[in-house]
């Protein structure tokens, strides 16, 4: 197993069973009060774009196992990049004061860039309009902890699927289950990039493009909505097109199936409202909060603890 987590492509179905079981285990040590395993480590985050789930779910999760952090929330304007140091620099640095790093980018691949230079583990939280892998962990956990079971579903992926690199990554592990069906219901100007679709033919996995989101909503156990991804697009009329396109309202809940979920990684911008919230079948708090459990089983692979310990 890799010690850097920089995309969803890099786990097989062994490696997403033993990070469940061991966010599981992590479940009851954040529920009984933390513990010690990760004392005496230090884990940066270095955020150069905004976050508030991942950045504090990480450091939730390091503090839970009496592990220290150090951080800039701010990093294109707080750290020296804004004097012109490269990424590359940067990271030789961190890693002779931390044990990992936690890192997001504007940029596709700079996860990976850093990997080359640094010494420490890095955990990808975000590299642009790339790839989002531990959030896509969190979110088969949290399919697991609601369905039951992963094999089998059936799962809509909506909204911006051109620039949310959520879906990349949560499209890349899917694929190691047996029987999922995914839906991409995305606006004309976002489709689901063509290099996704083809790792899914690689790997047989069944998938449609349909437009329709309310006959899509009727048939799946997961609808995953997500934010239209308004930095990135190339023109405010483009992100226009985009925007308001698919809103998962109550109307659109009631033709959904009685055992199925809506997911989001948030944060959400108008896309559910906030009616839809008080329906037993909004996961996406519950899905938040499984960041920080999935995120200390993380930590804890990458700084080689895999045991509970007091
Ligand atoms: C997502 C992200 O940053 O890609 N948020 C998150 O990490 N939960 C989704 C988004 O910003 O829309």
């Not at 089998?152 to 992926?157: E, F, H, K, R, W």
Request: hydrophobic share 40%; charged share 25%.
């Amino acid at each position: 197993m890799d010690r850097h987590i920089l995309g969803a492509k890099q786990f097989d179905r062994s490696g997403l069973e033993s990070i469940l079981s061991a966010a599981r285990a992590m479940e009851q040590v954040a529920r009984s009060g933390g513990s010690q395993l990760l004392a005496g480590k230090i884990m940066a985050s270095l955020f150069f774009e905004p976050s508030t789930r991942t950045r504090f779910s990480f450091e939730s999760a390091m503090t839970r196992l009496g592990g220290q952090v150090i951080s800039t929330e701010n990093a294109s304007q707080f750290s020296s990049a804004i004097k012109g140091e490269t990424l590359e620099d940067t990271i030789r640095v961190i890693s002779s004061y931390a044990d990992v790093i936690v890192m997001r980018h504007y940029e596709i691949g700079a996860a990976a860039r850093a990997a080359h230079v640094s010494t420490v583990p890095i955990l990808n939280a975000g590299d642009g309009a790339g790839e989002h892998p531990t959030q896509a962990l969190l979110d088969l956990y949290t399919i697991e902890k609601e369905l039951g079971s992963i094999d089998g579903i059936s799962i809509a992926m909506v909204g911006d699927l051109t620039y949310g690199r959520t879906v990349h990554s949560l499209a890349y592990v899917l694929a190691n289950f047996r029987d999922v069906t995914i839906w991409f219901t995305a606006p004309e100007n976002t489709p689901i990039p063509q290099t996704v679709k083809e790792y899914l033919d690689e790997k047989g996995v069944r998938y449609y493009e349909e437009s329709d989101l309310r006959q899509v909503a009727e048939r799946v156990d997961v609808l995953y909505q997500t934010r239209v991804q308004k930095e990135r697009f190339p023109s405010q009329e483009e992100y226009e097109k985009a925007a308001g396109r698919y809103i998962v309202d109550k109307e659109l809940m009631d033709r959904m199936k009685r055992t199925s979920i809506v997911m989001h990684p948030l944060p959400r911008a108008g896309e559910i409202t906030p009616e839809c919230d008080a329906d037993p079948r909004a996961a996406y708090f519950r899905q938040a909060e499984n960041g920080v459990y999935v995120r200390m089983a993380l930590l804890a692979q990458a700084l080689g603890e895999n045991q509970a310990k007091e």
